[in-house]
């Protein structure tokens, strides 16, 4: 069993920056991918950044050059950079976390970022 606990969301001014963690409880031994994912109200929950632990990165169009995240396995850890933040970003991030083979994958509770105009 693994806890995922996300932290860093907040209240932000357009054009402002936040940087998201999330700390997994426990080192996960076969793990496949670190991700995340958003989601606002009324809408699915959408990837929006996502690492393989080949270090192969990939982000959604919408926070393509604005977004960067990153890694500490020593800490079990995953970041999110966000910069330039827009009103468009305001959303509950989730913090997602997958093995190797078809596991279901772990989820954080959520830390919510609210960008203001």
């Known amino acids: 069993q693994v806890q995922l606990v996300e932290s860093g969301g907040g209240l932000v001014q357009s054009g402002g920056s936040l940087r998201l963690s999330c700390v997994a409880s426990k080192r996960i031994v076969s793990l496949y991918a670190m991700s995340w994912y958003r989601q606002a109200p009324g809408k699915q929950r959408e990837l929006v950044a996502g690492l393989r632990t080949s270090g192969t990165t990939n982000y959604a169009d919408s926070v393509k050059g604005r977004f960067t995240i990153s890694r500490d396995y020593s800490k079990n850890t995953v970041y999110v950079r966000m910069n330039n933040l827009k009103p468009e970003d305001t959303a509950v991030y989730y913090c997602?976390?997958?093995?190797?083979?078809?596991?279901?994958?772990?989820w954080g509770q959520g830390t919510q970022v609210t960008v203001s105009s």
């Open positions: 997602n976390v997958k093995e190797k083979g078809f596991a279901a994958p772990y």
